[in-house]
């Protein structure tokens, strides 16, 4: 079992930078995929990124593709997604998952645990 922990949120302005980051607990931490989601108030949860448990796989959602990187330290059994260049809809909560496969899935139905969210908001 793993537990998640997600920091690193705030509001922005629009254009600006945020770096978050996702906790796991637990000596296995590194043997797990980990996706990054977000959901806006009154829309369902969407995919953001994922990294493979090497973190030589990392797959991310079109709408951040070129904006966020996800990158991983196991030696910290931290991950991290930086996001740049943030737009007004980029504002929502945003939740760490960890798959036990190991790989990296878009789908939230793949992933085990989950952390309990931060918060982004972009202003305009």
């Known amino acids: 079992q793993v537990q998640l922990v997600e920091s690193g949120g705030g509001l922005v302005q629009a254009g600006g930078s945020l770096r978050l980051s996702c906790a796991g607990s637990?000596?296995?931490?590194?043997?797990?995929?980990i996706g990054w989601f977000r959901q806006a108030p009154g829309k369902e949860r969407e995919f953001v990124a994922a990294?493979?448990?090497?973190?030589?796989?990392?797959y991310y959602a079109d709408s951040v593709k070129g904006r966020c990187t996800i990158s991983r330290d196991n030696a910290k059994n931290t991950v991290y997604l930086q996001m740049n260049s943030l737009k007004p809809e980029d504002t929502a909560v945003y939740y760490c998952?960890?798959?036990?496969?190991?790989?990296?899935?878009?789908?939230?139905?793949?992933?085990?645990?989950w952390g309990h969210g931060t918060q982004v908001t972009v202003s305009s």
């Open positions: 998952a960890a798959r036990s496969l190991g790989g990296t899935s878009y789908s939230s139905q793949d992933y085990n645990y």
């Open positions: 637990g000596r296995t931490f590194s043997r797990y995929g």
């Open positions: 990294i493979s448990w090497t973190g030589g796989s990392t």
